[in-house]
């Protein structure tokens, strides 16, 4: 199966003329709609790894980093750093068989382990039959989940679809037609 064109043809020498005319304005349309569909496509992303992750929507916006294009990279960057999220994120709650959780979006009961409010209301479980030592439990980690599951088909599929719309639109306004 072949892959459509990234950007219709129809309209590109009109525009490589102008941008010979004024390339600073032709660098700056490119850039703002590379910066334009990575915007739009890092919100399906958010959405999709919230859902992925079971964690909120805030919860992954305020994870992210991007690094927009610039005139000399013309480049959109989304990652995330970090490490793994305490399952207590995860809508923990202690019941008599153990901790019921939300984590990758479905409850389920830790049996055994328990919540500790005076270590932070993480949840732990014990390693031995003793009361001590005791083992934090986990849940996913953003910057695996950002390239695991549907999440990079949807970041390039939402490029995919905004990119040539919003490169239209900023050339077609920096470079307006003489009809």
Request: glycine fraction near 8%; charged fraction near 25%; include cysteine.
């Amino acid at each position: 199966m072949a892959e459509e064109p990234l950007v219709d043809a129809s309209d590109v020498e009109r525009w490589i003329a102008a941008c010979k005319e004024a390339p600073d304005r032709g660098a700056a349309a490119m850039r703002m709609a590379v910066n334009d569909a990575g915007n739009g496509a890092r919100t399906q992303v958010v959405r999709t790894l919230a859902r992925q992750m079971g964690v909120p929507v805030t919860t992954v916006r305020q994870s992210l980093t991007t690094i927009p294009a610039t005139p000399r990279d013309l480049v959109y960057e989304l990652g995330s750093v970090g490490g793994y999220l305490s399952l207590s994120s995860f809508d923990a709650q202690q019941r008599r068989a153990g901790v019921s959780a939300r984590p990758w979006g479905r409850r389920r009961i830790f049996r055994g382990t328990f919540i500790i409010p005076r270590f932070g209301g993480h949840v732990f479980r014990r390693t031995t039959r003793a009361r001590f030592p005791i083992q934090r439990l986990w849940g996913p980690a953003m910057p695996q989940e950002l390239v695991r599951g549907t999440v990079p088909n949807v970041f390039e599929r939402e490029v995919r679809q905004r990119l040539p719309v919003r490169l239209r639109h900023h050339l077609d306004r920096l470079f307006p037609s003489e009809d």
